[in-house]
């Protein structure tokens, strides 16, 4: 059970795997994004509180969530790098930052686009937002410390301690903050989020949460080719690898 | 012949306490800091006492929260740089108790010095004195949450360029709990209404950090020293 | 007697330092009474190794083991039984020559003053035993740090340039020191640049890029 588990930790065979993944999740993420925005854009009805305005959610949502996943699957790469010494677990950590960070601004630039004709503002301190917001500055935290290394491995290393530092801190800060906004809880503050959906509003949704974990994946196996050549660019494999 | 662990914790407690009280003018600054930020407040508001009094809690939160982070890049520096790090990693007794000695040195000679100002600070700021027992015991604990996040992230950063501005990038993300629980339960006090819930976790906060970060802050200089 | 399993071995110990590979599958056996002279040219991986020996840094393959059993195992028992002397003699600037022993020392063994004294009277500095290190000179602080290597009464002492910045009575002395840390059945690896003139038997590992 465990071969799989060492093959994945043999850079070459990882950059075999992502390169042969490529193509189809790209293909498949289009399917899935493209159903998602046609139906969930053009289709699916108003909502009768938000209006048209609610179709910010087809974005908006799967993007905080994929924000999310991908810190999980950033921390969790770490983990496996820093506990068995995996050097691929730090190149899937370092290709997936700033795709996770991608996320956490576009939740946030669509979130606050939203807000706008719900609060009349575009920005009210609502709990999520802010919470993605500090989200965002766990994976620059992340992705700085990394830069900031002059040795390429203690800067995987230390970038690597600080996502599962973060990891167990991200509930901590959401319930934190949820909280904390129940305090000055205004009556009159609509929060923007997924209102009760029929069919027609909840698949698109589900297929655009589905297109974009794909999307993230194809883009995964992009960067991570990149990240393994670069890491072991003074392997013999490399050369053969450039050359075909 | 061999030197027990809580000798060995409270021989590394005494040096840092030597070292701390050699140089005191390093001490004061950073509750000069402290002083200093929370007078920028009022002058950039330019409000009576009685208003000051509402933003008074996130005042003293942030201004205590930056203080700390001021003198958390020098936990780890100073050793590092003279190669004394070394010696202590190899002293047999074990990096996690040497980092609990160095932070717990720490917290006493900036966050407990914190604590005893801040009814300067809190005068300032409008503060009733009812709410002074909880306001310092909010603070105790938030101080010491903040040293260990800071052990972490100090040890993470030693020798780079520009440490401290990567120290305070990584480490206020994380603090925000504190600075939200900590603020609420000092506003709280003020007000009169019941404090237990954010005082709670608060602690449960602390203990958290406290039982967690000793194991994160000494891989982290694991991976530094190497 | 396993007469493998005594001593200090390292096997087949590689270290790259991002593009550079640094040691390339270097060994040594070590035994009690036996010292390593450790030469090569700058960047050959001199400290690189003995941080390796000593357990601040993993190496990417290879072991090191004490005793038979690798250091990473028990590393801290492995750790208290040794005395690392790094490249820069590592005193605090404002404890004096006796605290800064005493703060290093007293966590490997219980120590007096007057041991502590007795340590910096062997190597030639007790006067500046009451001094804060900022004032003394780089030759004095040199002479502390072996005091202090001498008062943790270390069966392994790993040493990097124990010669800098000392006159030729203070090389002397530094040979006279691992001699009769040898003598009394302690191992070194030492790393330097010159010869070390010792009339006990010395092996030597050359590094070589």
């Known amino acids: 059970m465990w071969t799989w588990f060492y093959k994945l930790a043999s850079p070459p065979y990882v950059y075999g795997v992502a390169a042969a993944l490529r193509l189809w999740l790209f293909g498949a993420a289009a399917l899935a994004m493209g159903y998602g925005l046609i139906a969930g854009l053009a289709i699916a009805p ?16 799967p993007g905080a969530i994929l924000s999310l996943t991908v810190y999980t699957v950033m921390a969790a790469a770490s983990a496996v790098a820093l506990i068995w010494r995996i050097k691929v677990g730090h190149a899937v950590a370092a290709a ?3 795709i996770g960070a991608s996320f956490a601004l576009l939740a946030l630039v669509t979130g606050s686009l939203w807000g706008k004709p719900m609060w ?13 917001l500090i989200l965002l500055f766990l994976y620059v935290g992340v992705m700085s410390l990394r830069s900031a290394f002059e040795d390429p491995l203690r800067g ?11 990891v167990v801190n991200v509930p901590i800060v959401h319930f934190s903050v949820v909280w904390w906004n129940s305090l000055h809880q205004g009556a009159t503050i609509v929060r923007i989020g997924a209102p009760k959906m029929p069919g027609s509003m909840l698949w698109p949704l589900l297929s655009m949460w589905l297109g974009f974990m794909l999307f993230f994946g194809a883009v995964l196996c992009m960067r991570l080719q990149a990240e393994v050549l670069n890491r072991e660019r003074q392997a013999s494999w490399v050369r053969e690898a450039i050359k075909s | 012949m061999t030197v027990g662990a809580w000798e ?3 021989l590394v407690l005494h040096r840092e306490l030597c070292l701390s009280f050699r140089r ?11 002083l200093i930020v929370t007078t920028l407040f009022p002058l950039g508001l330019s409000l009576q006492l009685s208003a000051l009094r509402d933003i008074a809690p996130g005042v003293l939160w942030v201004a205590a929260l930056l203080s700390s982070l001021l003198s958390l890049d020098s936990l780890f520096k100073s050793d590092a740089d003279d190669g004394t790090l070394e010696q202590l990693a190899l002293s047999g007794q074990g990096l996690t108790l040497i980092v609990v000695a160095k932070t717990g040195a720490h917290w006493l000679v900036t966050g407990l010095a914190l604590v005893i100002v801040s009814p300067i600070v809190a005068i300032a700021l409008g503060i009733p004195t009812s709410a002074f027992a909880i306001m310092m015991l909010s603070l105790a604990l938030g101080t010491l949450t903040l040293s260990w996040l800071g052990a972490i992230g100090a040890g993470l950063t030693i020798g780079l360029r520009r440490g401290n501005v990567l120290l305070s990038l990584i480490v206020l993300p994380l603090a925000t709990p504190l600075l939200i629980f900590g603020a609420a339960a000092t506003d709280r006090a003020i007000s009169g209404t019941s404090t237990a819930g954010a005082m709670y976790f608060l602690a449960a906060l602390c203990v958290f950090t406290c039982t967690l970060a000793p194991w994160a802050a000494t891989a982290a200089l694991r991976i530094t020293l190497e | 007697m396993n007469f493998a399993s005594d001593g200090l071995e390292f096997e087949k110990v590689h270290v790259w330092r991002g593009d550079r590979h640094v040691l390339q599958g270097i060994s040594a056996h070590v035994r009690p009474r036996e010292l390593l002279h450790i030469s090569g040219a700058n960047g050959t991986g001199k400290t690189t190794l003995l941080r390796v020996v000593s357990g601040l840094l993993r190496p990417e393959q290879g072991s090191v083991t004490w005793l038979g059993q690798s250091i990473t195992s028990s590393r801290t028992e492995y750790q208290a039984a040794l005395a690392y002397a790094s490249h820069e003699p590592a005193l605090k600037s404002d404890l004096t020559a006796i605290e800064n022993l005493r703060f290093a020392v007293g966590l490997k063994r219980r120590v007096t003053p007057k041991d502590l004294l007795a340590a910096l009277d062997r190597t030639g500095v007790a006067a500046c035993a009451e001094l804060p290190a900022r004032v003394l000179s780089a030759g004095q602080r040199r002479r502390v740090s072996l005091a202090r290597v001498l008062a943790m009464r270390a069966s392994i002492w790993l040493l990097d340039e124990p010669h800098a910045n000392l006159d030729a009575a203070g090389s002397e002395l530094v040979s006279e020191l691992l001699q009769a840390h040898v003598q009394e059945g302690g191992l070194a690896l030492v790393v330097a640049h010159r010869d070390l003139a010792l009339s006990c038997p010395v092996r030597r590992l050359e590094l070589n890029s």
């Open chain 1, 46 to 61: 108003p909502d009768y509180q938000q209006g048209e305005a609610f179709r910010m959610i087809y974005v908006h949502v």
């Open chain 2, 24 to 34: 005191p003018e390093q001490l004061f600054q950073p509750l000069v800091f402290f």
């Open chain 1, 156 to 166: 995987d290393r230390a970038a690597a301690l600080l996502a599962v530092v973060g």
């Open chain 1, 120 to 132: 009349g503002t575009y920005w009210a301190w609502d709990p999520r937002l802010t919470s993605e």
């Open chain 1, 96 to 98: 997936s930052a700033p």
């Open chain 2, 8 to 10: 060995a914790f409270l």
